[in-house]
């Protein structure tokens, strides 16, 4: 193992970084509001069906949201949040097996809080995946510190996803993971995630490609890296395909791109066999290029 590699044991279950393959999130998404209606499900059976089939097919961690952060879309409450993600993370703890992270998207420690305390009755392991990077609710930070718990953070400024360059993403992230550690929170708790996607007005599509083809730069952090590409609008731009649901060969290239260049894990709504190969051969490209 190479002294620089980048590598983390997740809860002490799963590892990722560097030589480890990369690991497949899968997006198990409760918004009605969602940009792509395909990834939204609705009803217990639905959402128990989508996980396992998911687990099946290959995926480590499984990414439970109920807000969604399009920037044009319905904005909700917190009660509402709630409502929609509680009855799913009982769900999904009672459906799979315990060496599947359950990740949490929200912004909010009381959401946090209370889809930990269900965690914790079922003796499973979550992570926190906050798209502001605490701008939101600072008040997550605390909580995360106190309870131990990892956290996924997206590079943000003022508002989610709002920084367009890699100097950019990078200074922030630092800032974010420096006073994190000041504080004594674990430094391999952390897993960063440069914010790929249309989330205001004056990032075009042609920051998000920059973005995935330098995201090596993102090394100088030594944080695992999560990307959130599957079927964006960067996608339905650069290829002029303005639905969604018509954008997984985009997806599929984008998600081979990052991986080569060292995305650690891919937040995806397709998880099939497809993706797994294409997963295995952009590792195997990538480890031959680095000989």
Avoid at 65 to 80: F, H, L, Q
Avoid at 95 to 108: G, L, P, R
Avoid at 190 to 216: A, C, Q, V
Wanted: net charge neutral; aromatic share 6%.
């Amino acid at each position: 193992m190479n002294e620089n590699s980048i590598n983390i044991k997740l809860h002490n279950i799963l590892k990722i970084g560097d030589d480890y393959p990369p690991i497949i999130m899968g997006v198990l998404n409760l918004s009605p509001e969602s940009f792509y209606k395909g990834s939204v499900y609705e009803g217990e059976i639905n959402l128990k069906q989508a996980a396992l089939d998911m687990v099946k097919n290959g995926a480590k961690m499984l990414d439970l949201g109920a807000r969604s952060t399009a920037p044009w879309s319905r904005k909700i409450t917190i009660e509402e949040e709630l409502d929609r993600i509680i009855p799913a993370m009982n769900v999904i703890c009672k459906s799979v097996s315990e060496d599947i992270i359950i990740s949490v998207d929200t912004q909010y420690s009381e959401v946090a809080i209370q889809t930990f305390d269900i965690a914790k009755k079922y003796k499973r392991k979550i992570i926190i995946n906050d798209v502001s990077c605490f701008k939101t609710d600072p008040t997550l930070k605390d909580l995360l510190i106190d309870y131990d718990l990892p956290v996924i953070i997206m590079a943000s400024k003022k508002i989610a996803g709002d920084l367009c360059t890699i100097p950019e993403i990078i200074s922030e992230l630092r800032n974010t993971i420096s006073k994190m550690k000041e504080r004594g929170y674990n430094k391999n708790n952390i897993i960063i995630d440069p914010g790929i996607g249309h989330w205001i007005e004056r990032k075009t599509h042609i920051y998000d490609l920059k973005i995935i083809g330098n995201l090596s730069e993102l090394r100088v952090l030594k944080k695992p890296v999560l990307v959130a590409i599957s079927r964006k609008s960067f996608i339905g731009t650069t290829l002029n395909i303005p639905e969604p649901e018509n954008r997984l060969n985009g997806t599929l290239a984008a998600t081979a791109i990052a991986v080569f260049n060292g995305a650690h894990i891919v937040r995806t709504h397709d998880v099939d066999q497809q993706l797994l190969e294409i997963l295995k051969m952009a590792e195997q490209l990538r480890k031959k290029s680095l000989e």
